[in-house]
């Protein structure tokens, strides 16, 4: 009985990863990210496989759809993930009826640590970018600025040679910033973090 259980449940998330087109914007971002960096930097902060209820990997993916301003908060994601399809088949989670809650997220962030969580997720972000400016309208290979996070939930750009006011403008209410230097399918990328929050609100990019 376990044994087609198991198989019945594979079965399903193959149908519903079927329906996800191919040219969607979110599946392109999840495909090209590469996830295998994620177990060995957790390795240590879990006694054994009893402990998890939820991979690692598919929790972090979830975290993504924040960052790429898709749900608002961890709260909005846990309701998201009970009845988005997408969300949750692109996030690993093959159980459509046992989603993590909100409260998950916040424990696992917790048992990962604040500065190891962030770590990650600054990876996961500064590869996801090559492929989101992709998708932006008239944007050469050259140097270009790019806001990463906003509250507003927009992606704002510029095509610049170095310094410029849409630059400047982005600094202004971060007090605090840190600077990470990335490499990712061809680009060099330069996150803007912001120190309070943790969370990029810029990057400037430019090809390798």
Known sequence: MEKNEKQQFSFSTYEAYKKIKKNDPLKIIYESIDWSFIDPMLEGCYCGKKELLYSPV?????????YLGEVKSNRDLAEKLRFNTKYCVLCGFHHFLKTPSHSTFSAFRKKVGSDLFHKVMHRIVAQSIPMIIRKLPDVSPGYLHIAVYSKEG???????????KFHNNLLVNHKGIRKKNFVSSGYRIKLLIDKTSYKPFAAEIRPK
Do not use: E, P, T, V
């Not at 598919?58 to 924040?66: D, E, P, W």
């Open 154 to 164: 927009k992606w704002m750009k510029c095509n610049c040679k170095g310094k410029c």
């Open 58 to 66: 598919s929790l972090f993916k979830a975290q993504l759809l924040i």
